[in-house]
């Protein structure tokens, strides 16, 4: 059974950093299936970076091109997401979740895994 855990949020004053990681327990597909999604309070959930089919281009949200990086650890079988410049509208829950690499990337219905979700708070 496939179990994806997040982890390495918290708190953080605006300009600052964090660097989430996501591990994947039992995977039978490739880490570039993996992609992040966030939920702020009250607000739908959205993506936030992602692998293409391939594996060899990454997308990101509008609101954190320039800012957040994904990246993939293949020893380690982990998903990092970068987060630099941290801006209080960053403020959500953050989730790291797993689709069949041929379903649209910034697709939350493509998603069929999920994990549980790790806070971020970017105080001003």
């Known amino acids: 059974q496939v179990r994806l855990i997040e982890s390495g949020g918290g708190l953080v004053q605006a300009g600052g950093s964090l660097r989430l990681s996501c591990a994947a327990a039992?995977?039978?597909?490739?880490?570039?299936?993996i992609a992040w999604f966030r939920q702020a309070p009250g607000k739908d959930r959205e993506f936030v970076a992602g692998?293409?089919?391939?594996?060899?281009?990454?997308r990101y949200a509008d609101s954190v091109e320039g800012r957040f990086t994904i990246s993939r650890d293949d020893a380690e079988g982990t998903v990092k997401l970068q987060l630099d410049s941290l801006k209080p509208e960053d403020t959500a829950v953050y989730y790291c979740?797993?689709?069949?690499?041929?379903?649209?990337?910034?697709?939350?219905?493509?998603?069929?895994?999920w994990g549980q979700g790790t806070h971020v708070t970017v105080s001003s």
């Open positions: 979740a797993a689709r069949p690499v041929y379903l649209a990337v910034r697709d939350l219905e493509s998603y069929n895994h």
């Open positions: 039992g995977r039978t597909f490739s880490l570039h299936a």
């Open positions: 692998w293409t089919y391939s594996g060899s281009a990454t």
